[in-house]
């Protein structure tokens, strides 16, 4: 019964796999959180299950204690549906089909956070540039406006030479 002892030791590693603590902390409404602590209450209890009932070898039968009050021939006829018994293993069909697809998914998954955390970036620094060029833009000459933005200059510049007004 090694499979039942498999099932017991893959629940374990799921139950610490998770970061509970780091996803309550993205929770913003209070019906989230509540949902949250009832998913993790669901969770902690089917894990409690699977590693102590399902973990657990079943007792040995003892034959002998039925043969003295039954008989031994009921007994051995029991005795051999039961070894007879054989319960299939699991084959698992699904994980060769998808394991491909999810790990697709996951390089996906961190070129786009890759790709997020410059956009982050870019954002915050263009954030920082517009908050400095609030503070000091009712002191700020054109000049010095036209040196943080050349291109602006560029085109006012060749406007005028143009004698483009903008109508």
């Known amino acids: 019964m090694s499979g039942v002892k498999k099932v017991g030791e893959v629940a374990a590693k799921a139950g610490k796999a998770i970061d509970w603590d780091g996803m309550a902390?993205?929770?913003?409404?209070?019906?989230?959180?509540?949902?949250?602590?009832?998913?993790?209450?669901?969770?902690?209890?089917v894990n409690h299950a699977l590693q102590t009932k399902f973990s657990q070898e079943p007792e040995p039968i003892n034959w002998e204690y039925y043969r003295k009050g039954i008989g031994s021939k009921l007994v051995d006829m029991y005795k051999e549906a039961y070894?007879?018994?054989e319960i299939p293993k699991y084959v698992d069909t699904v994980t060769p089909e998808y394991k491909p697809k999810i790990d697709a998914l996951l390089v996906e998954l961190k070129e786009a956070e890759q790709k997020s955390l410059k956009e982050s970036e870019r954002l915050e620094k263009e954030i920082a540039e517009v908050q400095e060029m609030k503070k000091k833009i009712s002191t700020m000459t054109a000049e010095e406006y036209f040196q943080k933005h050349p291109e602006l200059k560029k085109k006012f510049d060749d406007e005028i030479r143009n004698d483009y007004w903008g109508y």
């Open 25 to 45: 902390k993205m929770l913003v409404s209070n019906e989230a959180r509540k949902e949250f602590s009832n998913l993790r209450r669901a969770f902690d209890e």
């Open 83 to 85: 070894e007879s018994i």
